[in-house]
């Protein structure tokens, strides 16, 4: 992959592209502040880009901000938001289009290098990968009328799960239930978030994801 990197941690972001460079990803820039990470994305239109929340000259949320005019500039292009803090400000615009490519890691809990790799490979092609803290906070903000209020108990779960990345079989697993259950709790969720079902199962998941996430007031 074609990879952006912008920290403004020098020493995180030579880590970073040691370790991608590792796996024989290419770096094709390095940014250590919102306005060069745009420009970077524009410049080079990568596969994927990593991006820090906190970066000069605030140390609020210029990553996130920056991410949302780098998506406006090159449509869609895949944000992996990688972050030692939980910040959802500007987080809605990040997830409104509903195209996916967009993921939200927090840098402590990262703990297995290919999980990390894996994710970020999901991200560029189109999906999404949130951490379950980043949901949990992203949820307290949800508005009370939203259409996720008609799915049931377990079929939240199921989508929550569902935002952090799993596949079916692990969110089976983890809710100790059939692959077959599984399966007819997303097709409830499909046609209760009114997904089209001329849409490929991949693109309603990410709707579905980003619909559960960016409801919010």
Not at 84 to 108: H, I, N, P
């Amino acid at each position: 992959m074609r990879v952006v990197v912008a920290d403004d941690a020098v020493l995180i972001r030579a880590g970073l592209v040691s370790l991608l460079q590792e796996f024989g990803h290419d770096v094709v820039a390095e940014a250590g502040d919102g306005e060069s990470f745009v420009d970077a994305v524009t410049t080079y239109k990568p596969d994927v880009s990593i991006v820090d929340v906190r970066m000069p000259p605030s140390f609020t949320d210029e990553g996130l901000q920056a991410s949302v005019r780098a998506r406006a500039q090159v449509s869609g292009t895949p944000i992996m938001i990688l972050s030692q803090y939980v910040e959802v400000s500007y987080a809605d615009d990040l997830l409104a289009d509903t195209r996916g490519g967009v993921g939200y890691l927090l840098k402590d809990r990262v703990m297995d290098v290919e999980d990390f790799l894996e994710s970020l490979q999901r991200v560029a092609s189109g999906g999404t990968v949130f951490d379950p803290e980043v949901v949990a906070q992203l949820m307290v903000r949800r508005r009370k009328d939203d259409p996720v209020a008609a799915l049931t108990t377990r079929e939240r779960e199921v989508l929550a799960l569902m935002a952090e990345g799993r596949s079916n079989r692990s969110i089976g697993r983890l809710l100790v239930i059939s692959d077959g259950a599984v399966e007819k709790h997303i097709r409830n969720i499909f046609t209760k978030l009114n997904l089209r079902m001329e849409d490929d199962n991949q693109h309603r998941r990410v709707k579905a994801v980003l619909t559960y996430l960016s409801r919010s007031a």
